[in-house]
């Protein structure tokens, strides 16, 4: 987890909070908390590394996986090369309801999860969110399109995404890099798509964060399709590749890994937040990081925590929580409903390369007429792609001519198409600390409860209709639906426990992301979101962080904060 303050950094204390007197002044201005390792990319980027030097050949140690990391390992990213990058389930645990099972998948080191993430970048239009308001679920966003745009414009520009304007009211286009040109297959589902739905079904490429041209000082993608392992050459955007870089070279940062957030401190008297309670990871020791302004960007679900964690006479159930919002309204997104098919037209056709794309089919659904089954929408991801030489791991054979069989024959073209759909925010989703549980460093664990409703299922179910729809409209054969019953987190995109909104009664964050009850404290991650859309959620972390700190800064220089 990370905890960004600023501007004192004490020395290491014998498990008591330190006085100021034992601070050390640094001649930085913020400090990132970091609770895991630092990353050496020479050593731990391993997207070149061959089956053939792994000792389980790529396909991992089952039995350490089901030992140490049982849920993490749900991720088809937690494997033998990346798997370092995940968490060990054992010193980081949590609970769940009995018949509600939650997939938390975490990764703890310098770059945290940006390191392994998908790299999908969206935009929300005013159609996610005034969408609360209207229909009358959960509070209204504090927010409107006009006010997040020109932060992701900026990140945009920072960060570089690749992507294709399409001029569409419910995904706004942005600032883009040229897109990879889709392959036959894509190119013609696309066509079939506008003509056959009349352009309300569009099958565009994926806007994501993998850059096709070099971009301020990193190198354009090569192809190699191993992302999540690690990019040497920084193509795809992370913490460790860019932002961290950045703050750097600025002079007024100062990083510390193995330092995991126990707890905010709270001044009562001043109301504000004076600090956090940090425990060493590896000495275990416990010591104070005193900061005028503390942003807490953890991820969802781990901010909250230390919030919760940090409970005080004035505030029982979490600091900050006078509205009784915190740690409710958990969300995640609902996958694993679709469709694949072959591709009869495109078997003379074949593709150089692995790129790191795919493509995308934006929401169609509840945008100009209602659904009479839920609310909300989905896009599908995708891709037409034929079987690789590494589908021989699972066929008997040997030898040259069994290696010739596999590349000489790929076998036919197949369109896949996976939906990602929006989940409603609800007050009975929800964490709380575990009363009897703690994490390898001794700090309160937490309990999840969360489950998808009837209106996310009907949802999927839906997705498996379209889906086929689409295939059966480009002359797809051999089609094959899909119903995953996933449970919540595995989508990864876990969002909510600390909403913004309008009204301190019903909400824990304001419209620029600060606590309402304690004003020097931030949470710009997916914490704050207030519902969820159908869009993938980084970059939206992003802007909002970005909006958040322009915000601060401009309090600190009119004393204000």
């Keep these: 987890m990370r905890s960004l303050s600023a501007p004192e950094y004490p020395a290491a204390g014998r498990q008591r909070s330190l006085p100021s007197t034992d601070s050390r002044r640094l001649s930085s201005k913020t400090i990132v908390l970091e609770a895991g390792r630092p990353i050496d990319p020479a050593v731990d980027y391993v ?15 089952r039995n350490r996986l089901q030992r140490y990391q ?37 990764g703890r080191q310098v ?8 790299r999908c970048v969206f935009r929300w239009s005013d159609l996610d969110y005034e969408a609360n308001a209207k229909e009358g679920v959960a509070v209204d966003w504090p927010l409107r399109y006009k006010d997040v745009a020109p932060w992701w414009s900026y990140v945009e520009k920072f960060v570089g995404i690749q992507g294709r304007h399409e001029g569409l009211a419910q995904l706004p286009d942005g600032e883009f890099l040229k897109p990879w040109p889709m392959n036959a297959a894509e190119q013609k589902a696309r066509e079939v798509l506008l003509t056959k739905f009349g352009g309300e079904r569009l099958i565009t490429n994926m806007r994501l964060a993998v850059l096709t041209e070099d971009h301020l000082g990193r190198q354009k993608c090569h192809l ?15 913490s460790l590749n860019s932002t961290l870089p950045a703050a ?26 004076t600090g956090v309670r940090v425990v060493d990871s590896n000495t275990k020791e416990m010591f104070e990081v005193k900061a005028k302004v503390i942003f807490l960007c953890a991820a969802a679900l781990e901010s909250t925590r230390i919030l919760l964690n940090s409970a005080t006479a004035e505030f029982p159930k979490g600091l900050g929580n006078s509205s009784g919002e915190l740690g409710h309204n958990l969300m995640d997104h609902i996958m694993g409903g679709g469709a694949t098919g072959e591709l009869p037209w495109a078997k003379d056709r074949r593709e150089v390369g692995r790129r790191p794309d795919a493509i995308y089919v934006p929401r169609f ?19 037409a792609e034929r079987a690789g030489w590494e589908r021989g791991a699972e066929m008997a054979g040997f030898g040259a001519g069994f290696k010739k069989s596999l590349i000489g024959d790929l076998g036919p073209w197949e369109m896949s198409f996976d939906g990602f759909g929006e989940m409603l925010p609800r007050h009975e989703n929800y964490i709380e600390i575990d009363p009897h549980l703690v994490d390898a460093w001794g700090i309160p664990a937490l309990r999840i409860h969360c489950a998808y409703s009837d209106n996310e299922l009907k949802m999927q179910d839906d997705m498996v209709v379209t889906a086929t729809e ?25 969002t909510g426990t600390a909403r913004m909104g309008r009204d301190p009664k019903t909400s824990v964050l304001n419209a620029h992301n600060q606590i309402w009850d304690v004003p020097n404290v931030f949470m710009t991650d997916g914490a704050c979101m207030t519902s969820t859309a159908n869009q993938n959620p980084s970059i939206t972390y992003m802007a909002l962080t970005a909006r958040a700190v322009d915000y601060a800064v ?3 220089k009119r004393r204000q904060l």
């Design 47 to 61: 997207e070149h590394v061959m089956p053939y030097e792994k000792r389980y050949r790529g396909m991992g140690d």
């Design 70 to 106: 049982p849920i993490q390992s749900q991720c088809g990213a937690c494997d033998e090369y990346a798997g370092k990058f995940f968490v060990n389930d054992l010193d980081n645990p949590y609970s769940t309801p009995e018949g509600k099972p939650f997939s938390w998948i975490r």
């Design 111 to 118: 770059g945290g999860k940006s390191i392994m993430w998908g």
């Design 224 to 238: 190699c399709g191993n992302c999540y392992r690690g990019c040497v050459t920084l193509s795809y955007f992370s």
């Design 248 to 273: 750097r070279k600025t002079g007024n940062l100062t990083l510390r890994p193995f330092s995991v957030v126990h707890s905010v401190i709270y001044d009562p008297s001043t109301r504000k937040a």
């Design 365 to 383: 659904r509840n945008v100009k007429t209602k659904h009479p089954d839920f609310q909300r929408g989905y896009g599908f991801e995708g891709r």
């Design 470 to 494: 689409m295939l059966e409209a480009m002359g797809a054969k051999n089609i094959r639906t899909f119903k995953e019953n996933n449970a919540p987190g595995l989508v990864i995109h876990e």
């Design 554 to 556: 401009g309090q600190m």
